[in-house]
């Protein structure tokens, strides 16, 4: 039986800052990847945002998170030469009913430290983005675009630096606590068991797995889960008449269908919110979707073509709250809550959890610190 200090479950951007902060923090780490390669759920079917923090309740985890982890990763993107640009974004407001909710937003963000926001009227946002129709617009210079495949690719070169392992095509089985640690069986091409004193479970959408299959943890402590697809569409044969990022005012479940720019300057729409029931996951884009995209869309863009939109690709969000639902905080569950010493696990890490990412692992290292 192979023993190492510290496991971490998931290979996503979130499972590998987090492997990579422990193992600059002398922790002895090993990544289990169930993929075959890193990076293959959530983090690879995003929007790539780099977000500023306006949308998020004061004094959230997810506020706190989001606004400490834009700044750190905008540092390390400096640091690290990854691709990313500070591009900026308007959140608009299509008709007059909607301006108070630009107003609330405004005050939502500074509330959580976002201090360069600022209040546009339609001849603002015009001058900004001659294309775009809207009644008045919240501009955020702080919001931002990031190559997330090599913000992955860099993450696991310092955790591997350090020391780390990462382990694909992994999956695992179950866990045992074994009163002073934990006994991890794996599946894959060659099932091992791994013994450990620490163990993170950052597996995104397998987290309730995971959970569930852990002897001595109380099932009671498992929140509920709800999952939330959502569809992308890009743009063909035509180029965005944009230079910024371009979102509605937020709807349930989401941000809206909002324009992302990659850093080629190429445009997609997306993501929409598509609450899934129980059963197997679909990944399939439903190019009959385009119909709704395109009435969303020309509410601020008037001007989008027929026939522009095709199929992209979708992500599907892990969720602690449903339809209707006011949003759920982030969780990270910690020996407070379960009563395991060395355990830590991370639920419902979706949106922001791109930008969040290196908060998340900076938060589980001091958790886990004597």
Known sequence: MDQIGCVVIGGGVVGLAVARALAMAGREVLILEAEKHFGQGISSRNSEVIHAGLYYPSGSVRAELCVDGRDRLYRYCLERGIGHRRLGKLVVATDAAQESKLRDLLAQGKANGVDDLCLLDDADVRELEPALRCVAGLLSPSTGIVDSHALMVSLLGDAE???????????????????????????????????????????????????????????????PRHYAKGNYYALQGVSPPFNRLIYPIPEDGGLGVHLTLDLAGQGRFGPDVEWLAPGPLDYQVDPRRADAFYQRIRLYWPGLPDGVLVPAYCGIRP??????EKQADFLIQTEAEHRLPGLVHLFGIESPGLTSSLAIAQRVVDILRP
């Open 319 to 324: 969720k602690l709250s449903g339809p209707g």
């Open 161 to 223: 630096d350090h020391g780390a392992i990462l382990v694909r095509e992994t999956p695992v089985l179950a866990v045992d606590w074994t009163g002073g640690g934990f006994t991890v069986r794996t599946g894959g091409r060659e099932p091992t068991t791994i013994r450990c004193r620490e163990l993170i479970n950052a597996a995104g959408l397998d987290a309730w797995s995971v959970a569930q299959s852990l002897s001595g943890y109380d099932p009671a402590d498992i929140p």
